[in-house]
């Protein structure tokens, strides 16, 4: 019972529509099949994407950021089991949430093994305004059962904010639930702020930029709630303890995936700042 990629949140609730109305298909755009789509305008200064990629890559050769554990407490009421999940990614918000939206990322791929941990196999747009886009998606996700891998199918509606890096999920069907529903947040992380803003504590990116002088890293804060309640008789012991366990782990499994992405792209070989733009310019 993967939570990735686009989970997310609908945290601006009085500026949205709620999900049923919004689901129906806009007039104004076409439904697509298979496709991810880039958004239509960039939300962010490339500039500033490509200057964090840069601070990034010239600090893992001196000082490698250390990839903490996430942090993932789950508690039962009501029949329902809510995951919460903590975890901050040494990658500029972003570029950490692009990664996790774009089914052609290859986050969630273990080369060593050759396994495909979440695969997308069908998307179709029904709303798209701005930096919103909400998705009819059927992915499958590789559930970890005492060492074997088996696929899970999920058919999920989600809605995908680009700017605010917010997404929520909610369930049309998902095998072995009943409800299952979340949300996912992205957000900034001055992990420089007390080396290089001694005067100042910063508390927006721009304070954080003038402070540092352009120097401070930012990382990101990825956070995750998810509700979920087993159909019977999989909500009742043992079957509810194993159906949390593999939630549990599998979990896990996409989170250090993350981290490895995360690990592969502070590393990496930069490309010119020009070569960089126009990839983006493409999107």
Same mark, same amino acid.
């Given at each position: 019972?993967?939570?990735?990629?686009?989970?997310?949140?609908?945290?601006?609730?009085?500026?949205?529509?709620?999900?049923?109305?919004?689901?129906?298909?806009?007039?104004?755009? #076409?439904? %697509?099949?298979? #496709?991810?789509?880039?958004? #239509?305008?960039?939300?962010?200064?490339?500039?500033? *994407?490509?200057?964090?990629?840069?601070?990034?890559?010239?600090?893992?050769?001196?000082?490698?950021?250390?990839?903490?554990?996430?942090?993932?407490?789950?508690?039962?009421?009501?029949?329902?089991?809510? /995951?919460?999940? *903590?975890?901050?990614?040494? &990658?500029?918000?972003?570029?950490?949430?692009?990664? &996790?939206?774009?089914?052609?990322?290859?986050?969630?791929?273990?080369?060593?093994?050759?396994?495909?941990?979440?695969?997308? $196999?069908?998307?179709?747009?029904?709303? %798209? $305004?701005?930096?919103?886009?909400? =998705?009819?998606? +059927? $992915?499958? !996700?590789?559930?970890? !059962?005492?060492?074997?891998?088996?696929?899970?199918? =999920?058919?999920?509606?989600?809605?995908?904010?680009?700017?605010?890096?917010?997404?929520?999920?909610?369930? +049309?069907?998902?095998?072995?639930?009943?409800?299952?529903?979340?949300?996912?947040? !992205?957000?900034?992380?001055? !992990?420089?702020?007390?080396? &290089?803003?001694?005067?100042?504590?910063? /508390?927006?990116?721009? %304070?954080?930029?003038?402070?540092?002088?352009?120097?401070? $890293?930012?990382?990101?804060?990825?956070?995750? #709630?998810?509700?979920?309640?087993?159909?019977?008789?999989?909500?009742?012991?043992?079957?509810?303890?194993?159906?949390?366990? /593999?939630?549990?782990?599998?979990?896990?499994?996409?989170?250090?995936?993350?981290?490895?992405?995360?690990?592969? =792209?502070?590393?990496?070989?930069?490309?010119?700042?020009?070569?960089?733009?126009?990839?983006?310019?493409?999107?």
């Amino acid at each position: 019972m993967g939570v990735f990629p686009g989970f997310g949140s609908w945290i601006n609730q009085n500026s949205q529509q709620p999900l049923k109305a919004e689901a129906k298909r806009s007039e104004n755009v #076409d439904s %697509e099949e298979d #496709d991810f789509k880039y958004p #239509d305008k960039i939300y962010f200064d490339l500039n500033d *994407e490509q200057k964090q990629l840069d601070l990034w890559h010239e600090a893992e050769k001196k000082h490698p950021w250390h990839n903490a554990s996430p942090k993932i407490k789950v508690t039962h009421e009501n029949g329902f089991y809510h /995951m919460n999940i *903590e975890m901050t990614v040494g &990658l500029h918000p972003e570029l950490l949430y692009g990664y &996790l939206i774009d089914p052609g990322s290859g986050t969630f791929h273990d080369l060593r093994k050759r396994r495909q941990l979440m695969q997308n $196999k069908s998307r179709k747009v029904l709303f %798209e $305004k701005g930096p919103r886009q909400m =998705m009819r998606v +059927e $992915k499958s !996700v590789a559930c970890n !059962v005492f060492g074997v891998y088996f696929p899970i199918s =999920m058919d999920l509606i989600i809605d995908e904010n680009r700017k605010d890096l917010m997404t929520q999920y909610k369930k +049309e069907k998902v095998r072995f639930m009943k409800a299952f529903e979340g949300n996912l947040k !992205v957000e900034p992380v001055f !992990v420089d702020k007390e080396r &290089l803003c001694k005067k100042k504590i910063p /508390m927006t990116r721009e %304070e954080y930029k003038k402070c540092s002088g352009g120097q401070g $890293k930012i990382a990101s804060k990825l956070t995750i #709630d998810q509700y979920y309640k087993p159909y019977p008789p999989f909500n009742l012991p043992p079957l509810s303890w194993f159906i949390r366990g /593999m939630t549990i782990k599998t979990s896990k499994i996409l989170l250090a995936r993350i981290q490895d992405t995360s690990i592969a =792209m502070r590393t990496a070989i930069q490309f010119p700042k020009e070569t960089a733009s126009n990839k983006h310019e493409k999107h």
